[in-house]
């Protein structure tokens, strides 16, 4: 009897979660849900937007949280859009991603969205949406364009005799022949680590500058073994072969313990020295990626890490998301909130021109610096295969670091491979 | 009277063993079975799996970089298991003769097992940087360094060492307890038949550890098949993907390229493997010891 009581009992709680868990979201006074970077800077600026937005009338209210804790964002939405559990927008989207979620057409194509050409207009973004084309669709509004530029010691450069920053190859052999002690000194990184996304910040910054911008992969074929990529490898393999160069720095930040006198940082890092090391950001001169004839009167192309922000296709509240979209966008207030909250150049074509932004950047010399390169400033290749192809460059600098490989043999290879991977 | 108990006794026992099917049915054999299906389809995390025969199959047949992880996975063996046997066997030995603290030493060993992968990772990519203390010190008195992480023969080797070091406290806690399960008697015997301690080890410690020593080998290859977090973080797989593992090549399957149905095949393969593995080498060298 009493069993009986308790089968009852535990039936109904059953019941009454599964009638609970499997009620309609879709109420009428449902909102726009939103996931962001889970940063702190950029909580603190979705949290000032999101309130001002919610205290209009007749707003659609917006709630945001942080893109849920796993591996990577690309893996959280990715279980999301499985489960079905995927919010209206999330923001920290990389072209790659946004490639591969607009192949399996996950994704608004926001250039057939009313305002949309209005948008990019006002914020002067023509320039930067060419890297964010998708078959001629646009389905990614980038929200903030991050150009890696090289960070110089000056302190140390003085010490050796350096009062002007190295541009060229030849005057970072210079340089390097000057100050590098093996296993102890060297003058610039030009291998960033170990790991694939480490390709963004040595060869494929370092193939955009010497190329002036060209892509790496273009029409689903790898390009990387041009004249200008054999440059690059040929720079690096240099460098490596000389003892000039290092592979492995640990998870110090060799800028910062005198074993670096130059190398690729991005903006983001300016509010991390600030708050740890402020006496050598002191010393750090902002410089373009070294070429293989340095400075001309143009700038020099750069890799831009850059994220931007989609509208999934299963939302059924396109339209009101669009709206607060472009209400935010709209708004050059809220660009000048981010740079204040964030640090990081929004992804539009007027920061250096518009009076709005101009106090921030009279006082904020580096990242004014920063701002100047948005322009030629280049995402990762839109290729749904990103983690592919930089493997295979991987592969490729270490054929050269490691083994006897020639330049252009490794090259070679390494093209071959990624076209046969994205022939697929 | 006798049957109705019964009938009520046996419902009890089945509402209490309710939850551990619950259990089963969600967490061991939904993903089973999901695993199964994403194996014969293809399927890129949204919408409905299509069937796609042996396809998965013969594409990881074909994978060179899955064939060279777990060629890896064996290199990793070699040095790691002489390396973690060898270690934990001098753990539990000289535990043995320890006769205070023993708890705390104990315990300060596992400690290794129970930190986050991630946060070792950090600490000995620092302590074994071409630039690294250790180096440094190496620098400084024999005049070399040690490319620990940077050179393709060295870095699963040093990879082995990250590893032995987080295991070799748990697995010299279940050697100990095989060392202190040897009855004294034996040992006062062949004392009296002046039996040398080389001997003492390899002839009576040993052979009466077997039960202990291939649980740490079964152990420690379950351990090889799995590791993810010191190659990921620590070499990302390289130098010339020395270091790649099973596991990596999963991951970077399943959540970077969104290839979820080639990952879950891969690990069709990766359990066959292991499982052959650990079956060997019990045929080989499990043997029934019994103290009476």
Known sequence: MKLSKVKVTIAGLFSLALVAGCGSEKEENASLKMWVAPNAAQEVFWTSVINEWNAIPGNKPVEFTTIPATGSSEEAVMSALASGTEPDITTNIFSGFAAQLHGLNQIVDFSKLEGYSELIDKRQMDNIMTSWDYDGAKPVIPIYVNPVMYWWRTDILKENGFDKIPTSYDEIYALSEKFTIPNKQYAVQVAAGKNWWDRWFDFVTFYYAQSDGMQYVENNQAAYDNEAGLEVLGFIDHMFANKWANYDFGANDPLTTGELIGAVRGPWDISRYEQQHPEILKTIKLGPIPTKDGVSDKKTATFADSKGLVLFKSSDMQDDAWKFINWVYSNPKFDLEWIKATSQPPARGDLTSNPIFSDYYKNNPLAKGFAEYVDVAIPSASTSETVAVQRSMTQMLERIIFTDSEVKSSADKSVQEVNKILGK | ?292
Do not use: C, H
Not at chain 2, 17 to 46: E, K
Not at chain 2, 115 to 123: C, E, N
């Open chain 2, 1 to 292: 009277m006798i049957k109705g108990l019964n009938i009520k006794e046996s419902a009890q026992g089945g509402l209490i063993a309710s939850t551990y099917m619950g259990y089963s049915l969600v967490f061991w054999i939904f993903p089973f079975v999901w695993l199964l299906i994403l194996t014969f389809s293809d399927w890129q995390f949204i919408g409905t799996p299509s069937f796609s025969g042996l396809d998965n199959f013969f594409n990881v047949i074909q994978d060179p970089l899955f064939w060279k992880s777990m060629k890896n996975v064996f290199r990793f063996l070699m040095y790691y298991l002489p390396m973690v046997i060898f270690a934990s066997l001098f753990f539990a030995l000289g535990l043995k003769k320890i006769k205070y603290g023993k708890s705390f030493i104990a315990l300060s060993f596992l400690l290794a097992n129970v930190s986050s992968g991630v946060a070792y990772s950090i600490v000995f990519s620092k302590l074994f940087s071409d630039t690294g203390p250790i180096n440094d010190f190496m620098n400084s008195v024999f005049g070399f360094t040690i490319p620990w992480f940077t050179n393709p023969d060295f870095a699963m080797f040093s990879i082995a060492i990250v590893i032995t070091w987080k295991f070799v406290g748990y697995y010299g806690l279940i050697f100990y307890s095989g060392l202190v399960s040897i009855p004294k008697e034996i040992y006062d015997a062949a004392e009296l038949d002046q039996t040398g301690p080389v001997k003492r080890l390899f002839k009576i410690t040993l052979p009466l550890m077997n039960a202990q020593i291939i649980m740490v080998v079964v152990l420690a290859i379950t351990v090889a098949f799995g590791i993810f977090t010191e190659p990921y973080l620590i070499t990302g797989g390289g130098p010339l993907e020395s270091t790649t593992t099973p596991m990596v090549v999963m991951y970077e399957a399943a959540f970077q390229r969104m290839e979820p149905s080639w990952a879950a095949t891969m690990s069709i393969f990766v359990a066959i493997i292991s499982f052959g593995l650990i079956w060997l080498l019990r045929k080989l060298f499990e043997k029934n010891i019994e103290i009476v």
